[in-house]
């Protein structure tokens, strides 16, 4: 049974860091495409990160480019979120996500559809406090 695990997600004022964290197990997805996404509330989800098989390509919601960087380690089979700069409208919940694919390049749109993954983890709470 494939899982993917959240956590690092916590309070944290205005300006300060958090490093989420994506366990997988179940399955390696370890030349497959990963993602995050996040849901505020009253808000649909959205794009946070994604970043390919191979770990060479990263992509990044425009309202979090710049202040975020998406990571892998394969042989933990984990991918990481860490967040900078946060501001109060990052609060949401986080998601990790996976797709089922491997060793395929993709256009960067690919990554930022929702539908494209596979496996979803259950989130993990992130709140600023302005």
């Known amino acids: 049974q494939v899982q993917l695990v959240e956590s690092g997600g916590g309070l944290v004022q205005a300006g300060g860091s958090l490093r989420l964290s994506c366990a997988a197990s179940?399955?390696?997805?370890?030349?497959?495409?990963m993602g995050w996404f996040r849901q505020a509330p009253g808000k649909e989800r959205e794009f946070v990160a994604a970043i390919n098989w191979s770990g060479d390509r990263t992509y990044y919601g425009d309202s979090v480019k710049g202040r975020v960087t998406i990571s892998r380690d394969d042989a933990m089979n984990t991918v990481y979120l860490q967040m900078n700069s946060l501001k109060p409208e990052d609060t949401a919940v986080y998601y990790c996500a996976a797709d089922r694919t491997r060793g395929t390049y993709y256009s960067g749109d690919y990554y930022r559809d929702q539908s494209k993954y596979d496996y979803w983890g259950q989130g993990t709470q992130v709140t600023v406090s302005s």
């Open positions: 179940g399955r390696s997805f370890s030349r497959s495409p």
